[in-house]
């Protein structure tokens, strides 16, 4: 049989950003919470002399048809060439055979999608219920996925942009605000989180962006620019000043994650709990509506190979 | 720009083991000698309930317009539903962008040619040039392709093949025999091994099939069946009997290699020569024809670059 081939545009065609996305990226949350997951840690291949890097992930999750090994280059001085920095595809192997069953050519849409989606999972788990008002820091493609994803799991009404650039997080605003939804940006950092009940950060900060004494009770927040070892966002006492930290996968968030930098700063390391084992019911979440809470989501392999099969199934139903 | 996708079918109509191939190859270990070649750790993921594994292997080398990324997937139940237990792809990336250039879906065709290239090209730097009779261990697969690769760069007129189930022997030895090259199976390894100039080892074995008391002055072995930990295919004693043990991968044998196994029966460790290094000129490989000479294959991602980026010169200049 030979492998299904999509492109980007068949894919963003059939897929988007909605709420049965966020359930499937839940689901697979709470399925590497339950075990039998395997996940092996990322293979990193970095390439200097091209200001490039690749990043190879995958997941196998019990009971799900397929697998997906995910490629994902990132090549810095693509954009002086009028490309974009990151592209790559997924390919699914077959979960009985390993036989390839298709390639995804997303050029990173689907990552794009999970990756938002997994935003939403941590706002529904994490954040108070009567959450109106979100403070979103970067002005990128993410910035705008996951303002959308907040709007699918809380009754967001009124947000707040923040970035480094005045004038992208305005354009962003004006692009995001419409009926029901009010968006305004702001050149103070410290004005959108005092704003918000929950603060999602979606840039590539190398230095801390969010300070620990701007937070305030019952606020959430999800950190979801940090992937490498390098980067950071949350100044480390916020994690002190939380009640409730949750990783999206402890072993990376340690390496890659604002927990990382935490560490380095001195702070304790503790067996945090994971977003999917509050999920599964496995671990406590948010027990009181004045906690502040931190969601560090550096990205994992389960979310792939779930919206990569889920792909795969939109298609599959449709022929 | 779309990337190119191939299929297994378009890969064997355009590509097959020759004697530019072995040039290719050839060329591919000399780089990696010269340095700047970027080969990370192979990623490994096992998948006992499914008796399969995943394994994924990369390399860029300077120069190249691509490198690949290559799924190998091992899925040892297959046969009984009828289908083969290795499968897989590569992906080629621009070296430059990172971005998709390729998929070949070759299920695992381009493994096998690169990795019989390998072993004509150990044989051309390793082998004495009058060697003109070859022993090969196994009747796969690769017992067939390394035999035609040692008839590419050696006037091999007369092999014996050993297996451990004789029908499949002389299988294969009735196929292989043709006006020029005499081709005989035999039950006893010793008299395959007293008979040649050249012995190849192809097999999966976990204890030793080649005795070091079965080597002659003068002979050559290319051992390429083991490319795991648990895999082992001569006896220990066989690298302390060789004047000179050459490594496609130092770092790569002593993990996966027989020299691997050699170290666990507590033989030294030494800076053994990389095959790459020899063609390089930047190591000695056999200075005398009684010399008895032994390469350790493992297979690496060079060789999947090289391959790759092969197929795809091979297809633009035909369009």
Known sequence: MNPLILTEPDLRARLTLDAPLVD???SAFARLARGG???PPILSMHLPDMNGEVDIKTAY???FQGFAVKISPGFFDNPSRGLPSTSGLMVVLDSETGQVRAVLLDNGYLTDLRTAAAGGV??????RPDATRAAIFGAGLQARLQLEALTLVRPIAEAMIWARDPSRAQALAASLTRPGLTVRATADPA???AFSDIIVTTTPATQPILMADWLRPGQHVTAMGSDQPGKTELDP?????ADLYVADRLSQTRLMGELRAAIAAGQPDR???ELGQIIAGQRPGRTHPDQITICDLTGTGVQDTAIATHAL???SKAT
Chains 1, 2 share one sequence.
């Open 61 to 63: 999750i019990p009971g």
């Open 24 to 26: 499937l990226i839940e």
């Open 237 to 241: 006492a916020c994690l002190a000043r």
């Open 122 to 127: 941590a706002a529904r788990w994490l954040a």
């Open 313 to 315: 199934d939109a298609f």
């Open 191 to 193: 004005e959108a989180a």
């Open 271 to 273: 067996d945090h709990p």
């Open 37 to 39: 997951v395997v996940m």
